[in-house]
């Protein structure tokens, strides 16, 4: 399966301010997903991020807020944009592998105050 | 409409028992998969066992086997023999239509397992 490097691993941040969160994948892929995990909560998808084109944003989620780079295959970045308090979450990103599985990166903890 | 529902916020069960997690999906789509994933403290998402829509039979992965109701909907998680090291939460998912869309996600369920 594919592996992914995700940094950082936890940050705490002052609110009114911005975080850049990366994903390096050892392998080319296609598609990578980027989800929020609320405190105690399950996933939810954010968007999507293909190589070449914009990323798709799912609803309640918006580009001013959450800019995705996608400069190559192996890379992208989430920008969390003017952050507050209601933003504290694990972000992950994902990547599909060998025909049906997903991998995910281990998780950014955001905690912002 | 939930597309993954788990009705199980939270199991507890004894060292070297079995436990069944829950799942239930809603989907049109003939083409889709599901997936269990456990997710401990640590936040990593560990993928446990896959079921495609088509398979015959249900998947078994070591001690996690997959009971598949495809009438039903249904595509509950069997933990045998479970192991203190199973604490975790435990989150369903399922993809819909062709293989590398996004996941969507149940809401969990929390499995405590003690001595």
């Known amino acids: 399966s594919a592996v992914i490097s995700q940094k950082p691993s936890r940050d705490i941040c002052q609110r009114g301010t911005s975080l850049t969160i990366q994903c390096q994948v050892d392998?080319?892929?296609?598609?990578m997903f980027w989800y929020r995990q609320q405190p105690g909560q399950s996933l939810t998808l954010i968007a999507t991020?293909?190589?070449?084109?914009?990323?798709?944003?799912e609803s309640g989620f918006v580009i001013d807020k959450f800019p995705i780079s996608r400069p190559n295959l192996t890379f992208s970045t989430l920008t969390v944009s003017n952050m507050s308090p209601e933003d504290s979450s694990i972000y992950l990103c994902?990547?599909?592998?060998?025909?049906?599985?997903?991998?995910f990166g281990s998780g950014t903890r955001l905690t912002v105050v | 409409a939930q597309k993954i529902t788990q009705t199980q916020p939270g199991m507890f069960v004894q060292e070297k028992e079995a436990v069944t997690l829950d799942c239930t999906y809603d989907?049109?789509?003939?083409?889709?998969?599901l997936f269990w994933y456990k997710q401990p403290s640590s936040g990593e998402m560990i993928f446990l066992i896959y079921?495609?829509?088509?398979?015959?039979q249900n998947a078994t992965e070591g001690r996690y086997s997959l009971n598949f109701q495809k009438a039903r909907k249904s595509a509950n998680l069997v933990i045998s023999a479970s192991q203190l090291g199973d604490s975790a939460m435990y989150f369903c998912?399922?993809?819909?239509?062709?293989?590398?869309?996004?996941?969507?996600f149940g809401k969990g369920t929390t499995l405590s397992v003690s001595s």
């Open positions: 994902s990547v599909p592998w060998g025909g049906y599985g997903y991998t």
């Open positions: 392998s080319q892929v296609t598609m």
């Open positions: 991020a293909n190589q070449g084109s914009e990323a798709t944003y």
């Open positions: 989907t049109s789509d003939p083409s889709y998969g």
């Open positions: 079921q495609g829509s088509y398979d015959q």
């Open positions: 998912a399922m993809r819909e239509g062709q293989a590398g869309t996004a996941l969507i």
